[in-house]
């Protein structure tokens, strides 16, 4: 965990400590009931396989119920926690940033969408695949030496089947394939939120003009432009309220906003409660 950061980051290493290199990937075997009450964010990416599961697991503040045959994506940075059952039987990789921007790479559309659809119900086949590619990476896993470059190779492929399906389940994903400038502005707002808040920064680095970034918003996502900046900077405060003891001037501040009361009148008028209240009722 970062010392400097209120809010409970853990990173891959802290599962598996004695690996002293090429710590970018794990591979666990998640057997019976599992609990997770306080909720944490980690810094790599990581896949979840269902085979069997009940129980619940909140991502971002959205409880999803567990079941059998599922996939679960957990991006960096995202809050999370959960309730498994008994039953559980669920095969686990954890992938560090390096790798993950890796294998990434070879997709049309940026892994960072799916956040908005973290929980898949998979077809008999796909699973099978997929369970199939897990287990193969765990047996790699085990050889010495590893051979990275078949490793890799697997995680590209479980990249394009996780792709393929979420993309068939999803319209909006559709949407970001057809207009790429959506995509790209999704992206930059990711990445900018807490320092940049206006349409017009985002639509100067896309090169178009704000007005003309507001019809496509409107006319592809039935949101304003300007929707997707509030949003994320939402999110983000919801995370900190929710799981760090971060006193709500400091979220303020880590936020880019001036002035406490600026960004409690915000929050309330996007959300209907103040920081404190919110996280009160936490």
């Not at 996502?221 to 999110?235: D, E, G, S, T, Y």
Request: charged share 20%; net charge negative; proline share 4%.
């Amino acid at each position: 965990m970062n010392p400097t950061d209120n809010f409970p980051v853990l990173g891959i290493q802290e599962f598996q400590p004695d690996l002293q290199q090429q710590n970018e990937l794990q591979f666990h075997l998640i057997q019976g009931k599992q609990h997770i009450e306080k909720p944490h964010k980690h810094d790599f990416f990581m896949l979840l396989l269902f085979e069997k599961g009940s129980g619940t697991h909140t991502i971002d503040f959205k409880q999803y119920e567990v079941g059998d045959h599922q996939l679960h994506l957990l991006f960096p940075g995202q809050a999370h926690s959960w309730t498994l059952g008994e039953n559980t039987l669920a095969y686990q990789l954890m992938i560090d940033r390096p790798v993950l921007d890796m294998f990434s790479s070879s997709l049309e559309l940026t892994f960072v969408l799916y956040q908005w659809q973290p929980v898949l119900d998979l077809s008999h086949e796909t699973f099978s695949k997929l369970q199939y590619e897990f287990q193969a990476i765990q047996a790699e896993l085990s050889i010495t030496p590893i051979h990275w470059d078949i490793v890799n190779l697997r995680n590209r492929l479980i990249a394009q089947l996780v792709s393929r399906e979420a993309e068939s389940r999803h319209d909006y994903l559709k949407v970001f394939r057809a207009v790429p400038a959506l995509m790209r502005y999704h992206q930059l707002v990711d990445e900018h939120f807490k320092v940049k808040k206006t349409v017009a920064f985002y639509a100067d680095q896309l090169h178009i003009s704000s007005n003309y970034l507001n019809i496509l918003c409107k006319r592809h996502l039935q949101v304003p432009a300007l929707f997707l900046v509030h949003n994320r900077i939402i999110l983000e405060a919801k995370r900190l309220l929710h799981a760090s003891e971060m006193p709500v001037k400091e979220i303020a501040f880590d936020l880019g906003f001036s002035d406490l009361a600026h960004f409690s009148n915000f929050f309330k008028r996007k959300t209907g409660a103040s920081p404190r209240f919110f996280r009160e009722q936490l």
